[in-house]
């Protein structure tokens, strides 16, 4: 029993939560469109939801777990009274899992009794669908023109479908009783919810006419001055959509009736069997007060004694699913062959009943479904997961295979991949249902980095999880889905990434979902892998294990088997693709057949070639390479440029330090030769005032060069003196030259050009600067011992 509260304050806060609750689902909801008839909105994921069902006040939705329950013989009442959501009552039923597509048709089972609701009572009758709380659409009966249609469902046990065709997805249904059926009828009957494709049958109405027709009779009983059965050959031929006219005129004593022979007898089993007519008042809906004065009579043979008799408000009523025309029959309780319709006179109206044709239906296993209705060959009424298939033939068994595949197997670090998911299922012509609560877990592995993903509609990843809900959306005419997911390979190595079912609600034949496990028919996981090349620096080496738990194993290199690789490890000293086999696990490991790609990088520093020896002082510019992109360099200098600049004194070694992008590290040597200048020392000017001492204009002086160091062969002078080459150890004496002549610059030059540039100073004053008199001066003496 599920009680609704009537506090105020409490309807409030739980509205609000489940509001909240609402919101939630709508995230998690999947398509569910297994293409099923009348497939029950019950089991998981279905509530009544208080926010729409309105918890009113007088009014009550007693035992409200019956109508999701899954059995669909038992109900909950709908008490008609003044409700929060306005003038009416109403219960609606949510699917928290999940939604429906538009173009299906959804309704409710409900029923008063053993009779079914007429037209006044229908026209009080709407049917609304919602999508995340908000409404969708709603259906009204409006007599019979309105987008809500009426059928009896079955027998005679007065349950009827009330359905239309939905414009727009949803994920709940709600059936509001307005207040103008307070007066009319005081609870009604809610079975349960339902929903399925719009091209499925709501009856199973078997046309008598043609070949199963063999002519019709018509007659009168009483005293009958007008009226009369015209065009009675229209309720037996193949047209379905013309009719036979019974008239009637005002009074009680006269009766008018069409009777149809039938080409064969109707049995009365096995199963449940009905029989009627299907007739239409006029223009419009049949109304009560007609219908208390139609009846239907069968026959069997040439008998005229009649089989069954069935009158008025106890034939059994249904409105089509088009137009205005109703079904107006019985259940067969002896066989017959001839079936009659009787049109009674009325004291107060005359009226034109239009009879199209008879009919009968068919219950073989008497369990309230009509044969083409009929999911199990037994009982229907009881689907407690709520899958569509009634537990009398819900086997719960479906058989999943999982595919992967990726786009590229082989690619450079830092490159995006997209690895493709594919889940397939069996037809449900094998034997096999469609799966639903399908869960399946793709979570990228470390050096997988996510980037995007595409998901079938109505399914949903979460690249967090790893989870991607199918739930219900592999179903009906969809037998295979596909997840794409793209993703960055950003580590080297062979990246594996896999798929596997997580959960299903029903079970697998060959599989266990969520086991890790991919063996001999367990085909519901799968893997792709992805190369990404493994950079070595030159001298290092890595191992390659494989799995463990064969005898034998054999490693190659490039596909080229490598002698005496036989063990379970490899170690790799040199670039190629390697790949194993082993006596358990074949070529490669299942699923993933990427080879480990190694390559060496070709890192090498090179500081440049030796320059030509230059003399001491002499600035030289040294330009290294190999680093690459990203790398590093590193002089002895302390320099972290490619080019330096040097200017060495004597002969120098430099070394540059290379390190790449990966950390590979080289190094190399270049040599600066350097040639040492001449030394000159000082150079004396030797003065001589050419024996006049009192006139310096005569003065001349001379210098002597003799070099050390330089290449030390010859050397040749230039400037103010342009002379040799001399060779070194012999002092050469250049002058005399005037003293007035001023300083001498000359350079000397070895043999391997270095040179040194001094400058001779002329004696200041010349060599004639002392008098020929001469001047006394005190001179200070000391003892010193």
Same mark, same amino acid.
Request: aromatic share 6%; charged share 10%; net charge negative.
């Given at each position: 029993?599920? #009680?609704?509260?009537?506090?105020?304050?409490?309807?409030?806060?739980?509205?609000?939560?489940?509001?909240?609750?609402?919101?939630?689902?709508?995230?998690?909801?999947?398509?569910?469109?297994?293409?099923?008839?009348?497939?029950?909105?019950?089991?998981?994921?279905?509530? &009544?939801?208080?926010?729409?069902?309105?918890?009113?006040?007088?009014?009550?939705?007693?035992?409200?777990?019956? !109508? &999701?329950?899954?059995?669909?013989?038992?109900?909950?009442?709908?008490?008609?009274?003044?409700?929060?959501?306005?003038?009416?009552?109403?219960?609606?039923?949510?699917?928290?899992?999940?939604?429906?597509?538009?173009?299906?048709?959804?309704?409710?089972?409900?029923?008063?009794?053993?009779?079914?609701?007429?037209?006044?009572?229908?026209?009080?009758?709407?049917?609304?669908?919602?999508?995340?709380?908000?409404?969708?659409?709603?259906?009204?009966?409006?007599?019979?023109?309105? %987008?809500?249609?009426?059928?009896?469902?079955?027998?005679?046990?007065?349950?009827?479908?009330?359905?239309?065709?939905?414009?727009?997805?949803?994920?709940?249904?709600?059936?509001?009783?307005?207040?103008?059926?307070?007066?009319?009828?005081?609870?009604?009957?809610?079975?349960?919810?339902?929903?399925?494709?719009?091209?499925?049958?709501?009856?199973?109405?078997?046309?008598?006419?043609?070949?199963?027709?063999?002519?019709?009779?018509?007659?009168?009983?009483?005293?009958?001055?007008?009226?009369?059965?015209?065009?009675?050959?229209?309720?037996?031929?193949?047209?379905?959509?013309?009719?036979?006219? !019974?008239?009637?005129?005002?009074?009680?004593?006269?009766?008018?009736?069409?009777?149809?022979?039938?080409?064969?007898?109707?049995?009365?089993?096995?199963?449940?069997?009905?029989?009627?007519?299907?007739?239409?008042?006029?223009?419009?809906?049949?109304?009560?007060?007609?219908?208390?004065?139609?009846?239907?009579?069968?026959?069997?043979?040439?008998?005229?004694?009649?089989?069954?008799? !069935?009158?008025?408000?106890?034939?059994?009523?249904?409105?089509?699913?088009?137009?205005?025309?109703?079904?107006?029959?019985?259940?067969?309780?002896?066989?017959?062959?001839?079936?009659?319709?009787?049109?009674?006179?009325?004291?107060?109206?005359?009226?034109?009943?239009?009879?199209?044709?008879?009919?009968?239906?068919?219950?073989?296993?008497?369990?309230?479904?009509?044969?083409?209705?009929?999911?199990?060959?037994?009982?229907?009424?009881?689907?407690?997961?709520?899958?569509?298939?009634?537990?009398?033939?819900? /086997?719960?068994?479906?058989?999943?295979?999982?595919?992967?595949?990726?786009?590229?197997?082989?690619?450079?670090?830092?490159?995006?991949?997209?690895?493709?998911?594919?889940?397939?299922?069996?037809?449900?012509?094998?034997?096999? /249902?469609?799966?639903?609560?399908?869960?399946?877990?793709?979570?990228?592995?470390?050096?997988?980095?996510?980037?995007?993903?595409?998901?079938?509609?109505?399914?949903?990843?979460?690249?967090?999880?790893?989870?991607?809900?199918?739930?219900?959306?592999?179903?009906?005419?969809?037998?295979?889905? *596909?997840?794409? &997911?793209?993703?960055?390979?950003?580590?080297?190595?062979?990246?594996?990434? !896999?798929?596997?079912?997580?959960?299903?609600?029903?079970?697998?034949? @060959?599989?266990?979902?969520?086991?890790?496990?991919?063996?001999?028919?367990?085909?519901?996981?799968?893997?792709?892998?992805?190369?990404?090349?493994?950079? %070595?620096?030159?001298?290092?080496?890595?191992?390659?294990?494989?799995?463990?738990?064969?005898?034998?194993?054999?490693?190659?290199?490039?596909?080229?088997?490598?002698?005496?690789?036989?063990?379970?490890?490899?170690?790799?000293?040199?670039?190629?693709?390697?790949?194993?086999?082993?006596?358990?696990?074949?070529?490669?490991?299942?699923?993933?057949?990427?080879?480990?790609?190694?390559?060496?990088?070709?890192?090498?520093?090179?500081?440049?070639?030796?320059?030509?020896?230059?003399?001491?002082?002499?600035?030289?510019?040294?330009?290294?390479?190999?680093?690459?992109?990203?790398?590093?360099? %590193?002089?002895?200098?302390?320099?972290?440029?490619?080019?330096?600049?040097?200017?060495?004194?004597?002969?120098?070694?430099?070394? %540059?330090?290379?390190?790449? *992008?990966?950390?590979?590290?080289?190094?190399?040597?270049? *040599?600066?030769?350097?040639?040492?200048?001449?030394?000159?020392?000082?150079?004396?000017?030797?003065?001589?005032?050419?024996?006049?001492?009192?006139?310096?204009? @005569?003065?001349?002086?001379?210098?002597?060069?003799?070099?050390?160091?330089?290449?030390?062969? #010859?050397?040749?002078?230039?400037?103010?003196?342009?002379?040799?080459?001399?060779?070194?150890?012999?002092?050469?004496?250049?002058?005399?030259?005037?003293?007035?002549?001023?300083?001498?610059?000359?350079?000397?030059?070895?043999?391997?050009?270095?040179?040194?540039?001094?400058?001779? *100073?002329?004696?200041?004053?010349?060599?004639?600067?002392?008098?020929?008199?001469?001047?006394?001066?005190?001179?200070?003496?000391?003892?010193?011992?």
């Amino acid at each position: 029993m599920v #009680t609704f509260y009537k506090n105020s304050r409490f309807v409030v806060m739980l509205a609000g939560l489940l509001l909240a609750a609402s919101t939630l689902f709508a995230q998690q909801q999947t398509l569910e469109n297994n293409q099923i008839c009348m497939d029950p909105i019950a089991g998981r994921g279905a509530f &009544i939801n208080a926010v729409n069902t309105g918890l009113c006040v007088g009014c009550t939705a007693a035992d409200g777990a019956n !109508i &999701i329950d899954g059995n669909l013989t038992n109900f909950a009442t709908l008490t008609t009274g003044i409700s929060l959501l306005g003038s009416g009552s109403a219960v609606s039923v949510k699917d928290s899992l999940q939604y429906y597509p538009a173009g299906n048709t959804v309704g409710f089972v409900v029923g008063s009794g053993s009779t079914l609701l007429d037209v006044n009572l229908l026209n009080n009758i709407q049917i609304r669908t919602y999508r995340n709380g908000t409404l969708v659409q709603t259906a009204t009966f409006n007599s019979g023109a309105g %987008l809500l249609k009426a059928t009896a469902l079955g027998g005679t046990t007065g349950r009827q479908i009330l359905s239309f065709t939905t414009t727009g997805d949803f994920d709940e249904v709600q059936l509001f009783a307005a207040s103008g059926l307070l007066g009319l009828l005081s609870s009604l009957d809610v079975y349960y919810a339902f929903e399925g494709p719009a091209s499925c049958p709501l009856d199973c109405v078997n046309a008598l006419v043609g070949a199963d027709a063999s002519g019709t009779t018509t007659g009168s009983s009483g005293v009958c001055l007008g009226g009369g059965v015209s065009s009675p050959g229209n309720a037996i031929d193949a047209d379905t959509t013309n009719a036979a006219q !019974i008239s009637t005129v005002i009074g009680l004593g006269c009766s008018r009736y069409l009777q149809v022979a039938l080409a064969s007898t109707i049995a009365a089993g096995p199963g449940d069997v009905y029989a009627g007519f299907v007739v239409q008042q006029g223009a419009g809906l049949l109304d009560a007060t007609v219908l208390g004065a139609i009846t239907i009579t069968t026959y069997l043979g040439s008998s005229t004694t009649p089989l069954q008799t !069935i009158s008025g408000g106890s034939l059994l009523t249904a409105s089509l699913l088009g137009g205005t025309r109703v079904q107006l029959g019985f259940k067969v309780t002896q066989p017959f062959d001839r079936i009659r319709i009787t049109a009674g006179g009325l004291a107060s109206v005359a009226y034109n009943l239009n009879v199209y044709y008879a009919f009968t239906k068919v219950d073989s296993d008497a369990d309230g479904m009509l044969d083409c209705m009929d999911k199990c060959a037994g009982n229907d009424l009881l689907d407690t997961d709520g899958d569509g298939i009634p537990n009398f033939c819900d /086997e719960n068994m479906a058989d999943l295979t999982v595919l992967k595949t990726v786009n590229n197997d082989s690619v450079a670090a830092g490159t995006d991949v997209t690895f493709s998911v594919t889940v397939n299922r069996q037809a449900d012509a094998t034997g096999f /249902e469609a799966p639903t609560g399908l869960k399946i877990k793709d979570l990228l592995p470390v050096g997988l980095t996510y980037v995007s993903h595409t998901a079938p509609t109505g399914t949903f990843y979460n690249p967090t999880t790893g989870i991607w809900n199918v739930g219900s959306a592999l179903s009906g005419a969809t037998t295979s889905l *596909v997840l794409s &997911i793209t993703a960055s390979a950003d580590s080297s190595g062979v990246l594996s990434n !896999i798929a596997e079912v997580f959960s299903v609600n029903e079970g697998d034949p @060959d599989s266990t979902p969520g086991n890790g496990t991919a063996g001999a028919g367990d085909d519901d996981i799968a893997s792709a892998c992805v190369s990404v090349p493994v950079f %070595l620096c030159p001298g290092s080496s890595i191992s390659l294990s494989a799995p463990s738990g064969s005898t034998a194993y054999q490693w190659y290199r490039n596909g080229t088997l490598i002698s005496g690789a036989t063990d379970s490890t490899y170690v790799v000293t040199e670039s190629g693709s390697y790949t194993f086999t082993s006596s358990s696990v074949g070529v490669c490991v299942s699923g993933n057949c990427c080879p480990v790609v190694v390559i060496y990088r070709t890192l090498v520093a090179n500081a440049g070639v030796d320059p030509a020896p230059v003399c001491e002082g002499t600035t030289v510019t040294l330009t290294g390479s190999g680093a690459g992109v990203g790398g590093t360099y %590193l002089w002895s200098t302390g320099a972290t440029t490619a080019s330096i600049s040097v200017t060495p004194t004597t002969t120098t070694a430099y070394y %540059l330090t290379v390190t790449s *992008v990966d950390g590979c590290v080289d190094t190399d040597t270049v *040599v600066v030769t350097v040639n040492p200048k001449p030394l000159l020392g000082s150079v004396i000017a030797l003065c001589n005032n050419a024996g006049t001492t009192d006139n310096p204009t @005569d003065d001349t002086f001379t210098f002597t060069l003799n070099p050390e160091g330089g290449s030390n062969t #010859t050397y040749t002078v230039s400037g103010a003196v342009t002379a040799g080459p001399f060779n070194y150890g012999t002092p050469q004496v250049f002058g005399p030259f005037l003293a007035s002549s001023g300083n001498k610059v000359i350079t000397v030059t070895d043999a391997n050009t270095c040179s040194t540039t001094v400058t001779v *100073v002329a004696p200041v004053g010349g060599c004639s600067n002392c008098p020929p008199t001469p001047v006394c001066v005190p001179v200070t003496v000391k003892k010193l011992q």
